[in-house]
Each structure stands twice: as C-alpha cells, then as structure tokens.
C-alpha cells in the first residue's frame, strides 16, 4: 500500500509536470507522432462530435465522452475491486508470514517473498492490480488536459457557471471533485473488514491532491473527474454491496 500511495504521488506529480510541458499548437488530425495521434486527437473529436449532436454544448459533451469512457474501462474497474477485496482478505496471513519470518537477512526475506507469491498465486490475488486501473486512466486526463488546452471551441465555451478553459472561479468543481473522491474510496473501504492504516491514510490523501491539481486545471477537466467519481460511486456501491450480502450469508450459514 505504500508503494500504492508513492506511486501515486508520483504519477499526480507527473501530470502536473506534463500538462506544462511540451507543444500546445492547435490539435488537428495533420498532427503526427504517437501522444497526438493515439491520444489527444481522439478525445478532441469525440468531445467535438458530441458537442455538434447537443448544439455546440461542450460541457454536455465532456459528460458524454466521461461515461463512455468508464463504461469502457468498467471491465477493469471491477477486476481492481475484486482483487483490493481479496488482498484484504488474505491480510492475516500475510501478517503472519511476515512474523514466522521476522529476520532480515537476504534468505529470509527471499522465502518470504516466495511464500508470499505462492499465497497471492492460491487466492488469485494480483498485487499490481490495484494500480493498473490508475496507470491507465494517467494517459487518459491528461490527454483530456492536452484536448481542452489545443481544441479552441472547448475553451471558448461555457457551461453551467464556468468557462471550460479556465479553473472555476469559486473553486466548487475542486472541492466536489475532492468529496466525490473522498466518497468513492469510503464506499471501497466500507466492504471490507478492517482497512489497514494505509488505507485509511490513502482516504484522506487523494482527495486533498485531486482538489489542489483541480484548482490549477481547466474547469473541464475537473467536470471529467466529477463524473467519472460519481460514475464510480455507483459502480462501487453496486458491485461491493452483493459481495458484503454474499459474505453475510455464508457467515450466517456457517453460524447454523
């Protein structure tokens, strides 16, 4: 977990690094290489596709694109849960693994990493599945930065209070997208027995971040977040709540 919140970190760090560097020409489909390409242009014509079929609202349009975008990545979304689930259930085993082998000398560890492996292997858990959902979602805003900041007609345009193009002025997005990320992980965490400190901590961490970095971005990108959060609440909710229900009755099952 604590390489978890440092990579995490460190990819926040990196976006913030990207998203000033590089070209910010206009984007078109005569742009080459591979980041505009596969990436940038993409999002700009489907964001600009959505917005003619809503009457130039490109706000509209970015709720659009969100969703179509977490529906595709639903897939893997549920996979990460299932598998924060698992880990959290094998907790007490790993714990005592790491007592039965205290020592920290090269042979211990190196069997303890092996029993490790081999319990993670029996349960299906993948350890990195965690972080690949997050890994994924990095290129995708900010190529949602990089399609706002070089498609003109989204930065000339509004939407509800704010200007796409320019970080909201009473700082409502931010703090929204803040307590929707607050809430996503609360609901994680409210399915399983016990979060490690870790955990806890992560809770409180990556709300902070995402209300810093979206103070700073366009008020776009912070729209993205805020539906993409709330799209995850309700994935969240819906996938942890028959999981808790199932755990519930074996255990009450067993009880009889």
């Known amino acids: 977990m604590r390489k978890k919140i440092g990579l995490l970190i460190a990819l926040f760090a990196l976006m913030a690094v990207l998203s000033g560097c590089g070209t910010m020409d206009p984007i078109t489909e005569d742009r080459t290489g591979i980041w505009d ?18 009457g130039e609202n490109y706000g509209l349009a970015i709720i659009i694109v969100t969703l179509i975008i977490r529906t595709a990545l639903l897939p893997l979304m549920i996979k990460q849960t299932r598998s924060s689930k698992a880990m959290q259930e ?5 714990q005592k693994l790491r007592e039965k082998y205290k020592s920290k000398d090269a042979n211990t560890q190196q069997k303890l990493q092996q029993e490790t492996m081999a319990l993670f292997q029996k349960n299906g858990v993948n350890p990195l599945a965690g972080c690949l959902p997050l890994l994924i979602q990095m290129p995708i805003l900010l190529g949602f930065y990089h399609a706002i900041m070089r498609t003109g007609e989204i930065a000339n345009h509004n939407f ?14 931010p703090l929204v997208a803040g307590l929707t990320t607050f809430l996503q992980q609360k609901i994680m965490m409210g399915g399983m027995d016990n979060p490690n400190p870790q955990m806890k901590m992560l809770l409180y961490i990556m709300p902070v971040m995402i209300v810093v970095f979206a103070i700073n971005f366009p008020a776009a990108l912070s729209l993205y ?4 959060n709330i799209f995850m609440i309700g994935q969240t909710y819906f996938i942890t709540t028959p999981m808790k229900k199932k755990e519930n009755q074996v255990d009450g099952g067993a009880k009889k």
């Open 37 to 54: 390409t596969y990436f940038v242009y993409p999002l700009s014509w489907l964001i600009t596709y959505f917005a003619t079929l809503t």
């Open 90 to 94: 094998i907790q007490p085993e790993i």
């Open 160 to 173: 509800l209070w704010f200007d796409l193009g320019d970080p909201d002025p009473f700082y409502i997005l």
């Open 225 to 228: 977040w805020v539906i993409g």
